[in-house]
């Protein structure tokens, strides 16, 4: 990565840029549909690669699904953090077999008994991950199975979890893609490990739910994110 990226990451989050659809009451912004297409869009005729750094985090990923989907718990956690960059955030859809698509394949989940609790093992390996090499609060998608009917809320079924980085040594994310060799943190998420019901986005009766909550989500930030970027290269072009 660029050795200057740090420099970057620490402006953008102590400026606020990774809070622009977070609720004011949780420290965020919460600009309107115009002034986030506005802003993206003024980024990106500078820079794209600095322009999809700041997209991503404002669209598909943990602010917007805490805030829907979360417990309040896990708001009053994650978002204010989120929103002064003390959390930078990735969001593990993308895999080598599914592309970007949430029906393909998926890494898997399997409910188990471990020390008396019911934990999900994952098995993780995505690819293509904005932000995931320097990212310390990761949103995860995975395909949960519980082939011992464990499970008295929720059900089998896609679903999302929020990780901790420094909570998970196993979770790999050292790994860099550099795509069109424009050098904004790009890379995998691997690894094999535990996580518990609390740490699915809206506890365990949001088990088996993520497809819902996928759907509902990219549509709203990829119908604003991307549109914008694509207007940024259109202005510089002409």
Known sequence: PNPNYKNIIDYLGKNKFFSLIIDEKYDGHKLSVKELSSLLTKI???SPCLGVTVMVPNSLGPGELLQHYGTEEQKNKFLPKLSTGEYIPCFGLTGPKNGSDAGGLM???IVKTIDGKNKIEVTLNKRYITLAPISNLIGIAIKVKDPDNLLKNGKEGITVALLEKEKYKSLDTSNYHNPLNVGFPNGTLKGHFSISENQIIGGRDNIGKGWQMLMECLA?????SLPATANGASKVAT
């Open 44 to 46: 990106t005729t500078k």
């Open 107 to 109: 890494d898997t989940g």
């Open 220 to 224: 709203a930030g990829r119908g604003v």
